[in-house]
């Protein structure tokens, strides 16, 4: 796996006649690291992962270590991150397992030259870790949201690529569910990846991560540590909310939303 930082620099990325996020750069973020993506509704979250991860045209440098991704193409850029995007997996007549098991064999460059043994072992070891591996036969079209969430997660995992970007990983999953996959999450981290989340919960991303992007209007509001990027200055100029930021008795960050900004 390569080492080193995730830098953005100059990242420019959009749709047609709709730039998103203009010349945009942050400071790197470490290796080993959870940075929780967060900001309003159309702020640009899912444009910069999805920029980030090949998806959509973009320019400017983002160098994972020592390779700079920009540079890659699509097949070689998924042999070091895994992008898992907001719309989950449906209709499809394909087993929870066949679905992880695609995932593993679509990036020719994940390091992956097993055959289907292994690639079933690798699929297999993500949904328990999971907790999903009851789930590896039924169908992906007859999975709840939650389900089809934590199956999409394993899509992105299976790969074990150094960067994952998730886009809302935890949006439909009830509060035990949360909690086993922001451990996942953690643990990810703790093994050297970098995992970039998108979450609306801001009480969540300052529980979980060590480090906040706000993003609002394509721009970076604040970046930095929980305590600092999450300030009710920032909620109420970038979200147009009061809000208190205070510490529960174990010490932990908690945002209580009093209302909308007057006006
Ligand atoms: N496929 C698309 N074509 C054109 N414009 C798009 C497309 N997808 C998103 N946009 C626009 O890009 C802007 C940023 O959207 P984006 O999905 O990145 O926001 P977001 O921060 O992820 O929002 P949310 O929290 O609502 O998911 C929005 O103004 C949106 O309308």
């Given at each position: 796996?390569?080492?080193?930082?995730?830098?953005?620099?100059?990242?420019?990325?959009?749709?047609?006649?709709?730039?998103?996020?203009?010349?945009?750069?942050?400071?790197?973020?470490?290796?080993?690291?959870?940075?929780?993506?967060v900001g309003p509704n159309a702020a640009?979250k899912?444009?910069?992962?999805?920029?980030?991860?090949?998806?959509?045209?973009?320019?400017?440098?983002?160098?994972?270590?020592?390779?700079?991704?920009?540079?890659?193409?699509?097949?070689?850029?998924?042999?070091?991150?895994?992008?898992?995007?907001?719309?989950?997996?449906?209709?499809?007549?394909?087993?929870?397992?066949?679905?992880?098991?695609?995932?593993?064999?679509?990036?020719?460059?994940?390091?992956?030259?097993?055959?289907?043994?292994?690639?079933?072992?690798?699929?297999?070891?993500?949904?328990?870790?999971?907790?999903?591996?009851?789930?590896?036969?039924?169908?992906?079209?007859?999975?709840?949201?939650?389900?089809?969430?934590?199956?999409?997660?394993?899509?992105?995992?299976?790969?074990?690529?150094?960067?994952?970007?998730?886009?809302?990983?935890?949006?439909?999953?009830?509060?035990?569910?949360?909690?086993?996959?922001?451990?996942?999450?953690?643990?990810?981290?703790?093994?050297?990846?970098?995992?970039?989340?998108?979450l609306h919960d801001l009480t969540l991303a300052a529980?979980?991560?060590?480090?906040v992007?706000v993003l609002d209007h394509?721009r970076?509001a604040a970046?930095?540590?929980?305590?600092?990027a999450i300030t009710p200055e920032i909620l109420r100029s970038v979200y147009g909310v009061d809000a208190r930021v205070e510490?529960?008795?174990?010490?932990?960050l908690h945002i209580a939303v009093d209302g909308p900004v007057p006006g």
């Amino acid at each position: 796996m390569t080492s080193g930082p995730l830098a953005i620099t100059g990242f420019s990325a959009g749709y047609r006649n709709r730039p998103v996020l203009t010349d945009f750069s942050l400071s790197p973020i470490p290796e080993g690291s959870v940075t929780a993506l967060v900001g309003p509704n159309a702020a640009g979250k899912s444009t910069l992962l999805r920029g980030l991860a090949g998806l959509l045209p973009a320019a400017g440098s983002v160098r994972l270590g020592g390779i700079e991704l920009s540079a890659l193409g699509l097949a070689q850029r998924a042999g070091h991150v895994a992008f898992m995007p907001q719309s989950l997996p449906q209709g499809a007549e394909l087993s929870v397992l066949e679905a992880v098991i695609g995932a593993l064999k679509a990036s020719p460059l994940a390091e992956f030259d097993g055959g289907l043994t292994e690639a079933r072992r690798r699929a297999v070891d993500v949904l328990d870790r999971l907790g999903i591996v009851d789930l590896a036969l039924d169908g992906i079209g007859r999975l709840s949201g939650g389900q089809r969430q934590l199956a999409s997660l394993a899509q992105a995992m299976v790969r074990a690529p150094k960067l994952l970007l998730l886009d809302e990983p935890t949006s439909a999953l009830d509060l035990r569910h949360q909690l086993d996959v922001m451990t996942v999450v953690r643990e990810l981290a703790r093994e050297g990846r970098i995992v970039v989340a998108v979450l609306h919960d801001l009480t969540l991303a300052a529980a979980w991560a060590d480090h906040v992007v706000v993003l609002d209007h394509g721009r970076c509001a604040a970046q930095g540590r929980p305590e600092t990027a999450i300030t009710p200055e920032i909620l109420r100029s970038v979200y147009g909310v009061d809000a208190r930021v205070e510490r529960c008795s174990r010490g932990r960050l908690h945002i209580a939303v009093d209302g909308p900004v007057p006006g």
